[in-house]
Nanobody
């Protein structure tokens, strides 16, 4: 079983940048697609982005396209979410999760992501 750990969250002013990292606390997730999700207080969870195990396929939520980038370095066993031009509405707890099915691409069904981290808080001030 793979346990995930997110890092890189914090407080930033609008227009600023943060880079979130997701690593497995044990083992490797180089064969798994990994997704990023967020949840703000009182709002539903959003599927922010995902990347296939090879990095060849990516998905990003429309509202973050052009501002966020998802990438991975399997040699470092790390998946990144680079967030630029942050807005107050990006404030949320961000979670990474792994789809352990070893599929070639990305399945956008949230239920396919079956191993989750504890989350990291991102706060964007106006």
């Amino acid at each position: 079983q793979v346990h995930l750990v997110e890092s890189g969250g914090g407080l930033v002013q609008a227009g600023g940048s943060l880079r979130l990292s997701c690593v497995p606390s044990g083992g490797t997730f180089s064969n798994y697609a990994v997704g990023w999700f967020r949840q703000a207080p009182g709002k539903e969870q959003e599927f922010v982005g995902a990347i296939s195990w090879s990095g060849g396929s990516t998905y990003l939520l429309d509202s973050v396209k052009g501002r966020f980038t998802i990438s991975r370095d399997n040699a470092k066993n790390t998946v990144y979410l680079q967030m630029n031009s942050l807005k107050p509405e990006d404030t949320a707890v961000y979670y990474c999760a792994a789809d352990r099915s070893r599929r070639a691409g990305i399945d956008l069904a949230i239920s396919k992501f079956d191993e989750w981290g504890q989350g990291t808080q991102v706060t964007v001030s106006s």
